[in-house]
């Protein structure tokens, strides 16, 4: 599993950057940071800011899951790959933002930062992508893949 809170994955970005034949000016330009910054993603230094994601993948033509690698989907991967923040993840799913985490049908959930090991991995993970409207792709995604 990826070292980054919530699986960023260096590689995956480059190889979907060579696929695009995007280049870092391009990719700067389309995701609203500085050459500098793409340049520190592409090289694993920085991991781009959860909002970022989405912005990045459609840059480089590919689904924010694409630059992943995440060994069980939570709930946090999905509130990243819709490039949500907490606040606005907790809205849509109709749960109390201060505590971050909800119980639906006697399950736990957390939408927090994704580092810890108290988020965990959800069974209505399927129906929460639909509500998010994250529909493509599997829902596990694992290195080498």
Do not use: W
Request: aromatic share 4%.
């Amino acid at each position: 599993m990826s070292t980054f809170p919530y699986g960023f994955d260096a590689g995956k970005l480059r190889a979907a950057r060579t696929a695009a034949g995007a280049s870092v000016a391009r990719i700067a330009r389309e995701v609203g940071v500085s050459e500098r910054a793409v340049s520190l993603y592409l090289a694993g230094s920085r991991v781009p800011r959860p909002e970022l994601l989405p912005r990045l993948a459609r840059a480089v033509g590919v689904s924010p899951a694409d630059l992943c690698t995440v060994e069980q989907e939570r709930l946090v991967h999905l509130r990243v790959f819709a490039g949500r923040s907490r606040a606005e993840m907790a809205r849509a799913l109709g749960i109390a933002e201060e505590t971050g985490s909800a119980h639906k049908n006697g399950q736990h959930f957390d939408i927090g930062s994704g580092g810890g090991k108290r988020s965990q991995p959800s069974r209505n993970v399927h129906e929460f992508r639909q509500h998010l409207g994250l529909l493509e792709g599997p829902s596990t995604r694992t290195r080498g893949r």
